[in-house]
Nanobody
Framework: VQLVESGGALVQAGGSLRLSCAAS????????LAWFRQAPGKEREGVSA????????VYADALKGRVTISNDDAAATVYLQVNNLKPEDTAMYYC???????????????????????WGQGTQVTVSS
């Protein structure tokens, strides 16, 4: 399994980015895919997750309304659209995949890093004020 993120950049506050995660070696219907981020000196935190098998998606409360997660099964890619970027969004953004599905309805589970079996190397997002 390989996850490769792209799309990170240096942007001004108020701008938008679309992050991509190309996955190989996975069957999307049987997985849960997520985006996490980690700022310097902080713990990795869940941003959003999606279950392609049933179309369910969830978002961290702090970013709800500014982010949208989606997947393209044919391209084996999951996306994260982030709008109205703020300096506090500056972080390394990681894609993660779990071979377990059906846990997104539990808000305390999906943001836990231990729920995910595979991780990408990350893509850097830097937001200037």
């Amino acid at each position: 399994v390989q996850l490769v993120e792209s799309g990170g950049a240096l942007v001004q506050a108020g701008g938008s980015l679309r992050l991509s995660c190309a996955a190989s070696g996975l069957t999307f219907d049987d997985t849960t895919l997520a985006w996490f981020r980690q700022a310097p000196g902080k713990e990795r935190e869940g941003v959003s997750a999606i279950s392609p098998g049933d179309g369910r998606s969830v978002y961290a409360d702090a970013l709800k309304g500014r982010v949208t997660i989606s997947n393209d099964d044919a391209a084996a890619t999951v996306y994260l659209q982030v709008n109205n970027l703020k300096p506090e969004d500056t972080a390394m953004y990681y894609c993660a995949a779990s071979t377990t599905s059906g846990f997104l309805w539990r808000p305390t589970l999906w943001p836990r890093t231990r729920m995910y079996d595979y991780w990408g190397q990350g893509t850097q997002v830097t937001v200037s004020s």
